[in-house]
């Protein structure tokens, strides 16, 4: 059907001829799995389970409402110490207020050493990204592909509504105060803060290939983040808290904003530009005030990626010291040490410092790969792993050693 419609659109609501979808909410009970793989149900998550194995509230009695299939219903409750409690920051990280220009914002409230949790977040709503309608019919072809557009649209107001309608007073209210770029172009007032609000996961996934099986996350604090080319943060999804983890993806000052992308790094800064449109979004952060400079620098960063597409870390086919710091210096002055590009060329840097025998610079890059890890999943830093290059070291001193050329820290 191609992409949805943004911006001022002209004739939006139902055509004429077309009623108002006629829908009814589909969820018989909270600890019910047997629905098909593919129905649609609404429900309220996450639950856990006592320790006599039944179904109750999670620890952090803070509730989602979810518009999800069926498949990912018991993919949820099956998740070992699912309704875990919520992880917090040591202390108050950030805070909410106006953002020059851009609405609200969050900011660093102290000094935030990269890989440090600034907030974990449940959603308030969760939905399918493919928006589709559950008209008992097919909508009517004789439709140009914009009506369509605009039933499909109608269509999913009423279906999001009957989730919304199910959230508890304080969590609407907070939904309904976020930011709305779609009020234009037929989107209603939810399907517009949910196509603006949004973040997604490879974790909520169903069956479906590529983006036909993905869900969108709407969050209260996180959907408050503001957009950068250079983002100083990550969010990851943790499944066992139901959670959006926020940690700092680089050294975060106190007062500085703090910073999502709403689009592809490693794009030109005309190509971001047109992206951000759909969110009546101007950026002007460094990158995208010196083009000249900086589009090289991405394009150098987008073919190391291109050139390592998919590939594992430890299938990464070595380079020469010199080109690895010619395209870390790229990532670095771009801020972007959130993409796996940036890990790559790290992990590279971090095995040929241990050929050379080099210790000291090894175990720098190791520790920035294994901050990168604890961003991107959580995964806790380990300084044995620092310590030994995740085991690099011990390979290399083996060769080094019988090569007589081990430099010692």
């Known amino acids: 059907m191609g992409p949805l419609p943004y911006g001022l659109v002209e004739k939006t609501g139902l055509p004429p001829g077309v009623e108002k979808l006629k829908y009814e909410n589909t969820e018989f009970s909270a600890g019910r799995l047997d629905y098909a793989p593919m129905q649609k149900i609404h429900t309220t998550q996450p639950l856990r389970y006592d320790e006599r194995d039944r179904l109750t509230l999670p620890l952090d009695p803070v509730m989602t409402e979810c518009y999800i299939s069926g498949f990912l219903k018991r993919k949820i409750l099956s998740t070992p110490g699912i309704g875990s409690r919520m992880l917090r920051p040591s202390s108050t990280m950030h805070r909410i207020s106006e953002s020059p220009g851009k609405g609200l914002g969050m900011f660093a409230t102290k000094d935030i050493p990269a890989g440090e949790l600034i907030v974990a977040d449940r959603p308030l709503l969760i939905f399918p990204r493919n928006?589709?309608?559950?008209?008992?019919?097919?909508?009517?072809?004789?439709?140009?592909?914009?009506?369509?557009?605009?039933?499909i649209l109608n269509d999913t107001e009423v279906i999001y509504k009957a989730s919304v309608d199910r959230m508890e007073p304080d969590r609407k209210e907070a939904f309904f105060k976020l930011a709305n770029s779609h009020t234009d172009d037929g989107s209603g007032p939810i399907v517009g803060r949910v196509r603006t609000n949004g973040f997604g996961s490879a974790d909520m996934m169903d069956l479906g290939e590529g983006t036909a099986g993905q869900y969108t996350i709407i969050c209260d604090e996180l959907s408050r983040l503001n957009h950068s080319c250079s983002p100083n943060t990550k969010h990851f999804w943790d499944m066992p808290t139901f959670c959006m983890q926020l940690r700092a993806t680089r050294h975060i000052k106190k007062d500085e904003e703090l910073t999502t992308t709403y689009c592809d790094l490693m794009e030109s800064a005309a190509d971001r530009q047109a992206t951000l449109d759909a969110y009546q979004l101007k950026c002007d952060c460094a990158s995208c005030a010196n083009p000249a400079i900086s589009d090289p620098r991405r394009r150098k960063c987008r073919e190391w990626g291109n050139q390592n597409d998919g590939r594992v870390l430890a299938d990464l086919d070595p380079a020469p010291l010199n080109r690895l710091l010619d395209v870390f210096k790229a990532y670095i002055a771009e801020g972007l040490e959130e993409t796996i590009g940036y890990s790559q060329v790290v992990f590279l840097l971090m095995n040929a410092y241990a050929e050379k025998g080099d210790v000291q610079n090894m175990r720098v890059y190791a520790k920035r790969l294994s901050l990168w890890k604890h961003v991107s999943n959580g995964d806790p830093v380990d300084p044995r792993e620092i310590e030994t290059g995740f085991g690099a070291l011990a390979v290399a001193e083996m060769a080094l050693r019988l090569k007589g050329k081990l430099k010692r820290k």
Do not use: Y
């Open 131 to 151: 928006i589709a309608t559950q008209r008992t019919g097919a909508v009517p072809l004789h439709l140009t592909m914009h009506e369509m557009q605009q039933v």
